[in-house]
């Protein structure tokens, strides 16, 4: 069975309640609500209530950019995942580069937020990608592989199949700076077959593979044509109703 192509938002430092909520409210609108591709948009926390509730009744499902692997307790200025379930959060990022090169994250702290996600009910987007220099150095496969392996860790097949992936090089991030299409292919290709060695040929067969980095209408549609790219994590241009829609809309061709 195809997989179902799955375009996430992410909204990063961006939008005051008001406008996200407007932004929603043009974004339902202009969506036709297409089975073949999932659509959700992760706003700030300060505004995941309020689009929790913007997007009830709409195609649009909520994600949240972050979690902590803890219930709860003494962790100021962080988020549980059984708080993002309350306010209707359906996917959390977890890994993204920001946050391993910014914020401290690594692969155990990657590993134990997806199974916070997961014991919530959430699905985890797991972000892996290499620095260019990395990629120069001809390291890009064992960098990703080595993110892919420690962020899911010990999850059963049944499980991981909930999972998504979403490999952004970090040198396209806001970069403008794209991975050509055989570049992205060659790479979702290769954690394709690591999922298949982790959790065997249905959970790899299920799980999305995301592109993310300078994702935009105009590379959106030949991105999305790869096999193995079931989809796209897009940053910058999911901040525009007009860029974003026209992104889900390369989704369907
Ligand atoms: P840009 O689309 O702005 O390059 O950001 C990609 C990204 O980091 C999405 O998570």
Known sequence: MARQKFICGNWKMHKTVAE????????????AGDARVQVAVAPTFTALAAVGAAVRGTPLELAA???HW????AFTGEVSAPM????GVRHGIVGHSERRQLFGETDETVRRK??????????????????????????TLEVVSRQVRGGLAGLSPDVLMAVT??????????????????????VHASIRALLRELGGAPAAD???IQYGGSVKPENAAELLSQPDVDGALVGGASLKAK???AIVKGALR
């Open 20 to 31: 996200a909520t407007a932004l929603v409210k043009e974004l339902a609108d202009g969506l």
């Open 65 to 67: 950019q972050d979690v």
């Open 70 to 73: 803890e219930v709860q307790g």
């Open 84 to 87: 993002l379930a309350d306010v």
């Open 114 to 139: 997806v199974g916070a996600l997961l014991a919530a009910g959430i699905r985890p987007i797991v972000c892996v990608g290499e620095l260019l220099a990395e990629r120069e150095a001809g390291r």
């Open 165 to 186: 992936v979403a490999y952004e090089p970090v040198w396209a991030i806001g970069t403008g700076k794209t991975a050509t299409t055989a570049q992205a292919q060659e």
């Open 206 to 208: 299920a799980v999305r």
């Open 243 to 245: 860029d974003f829609l």
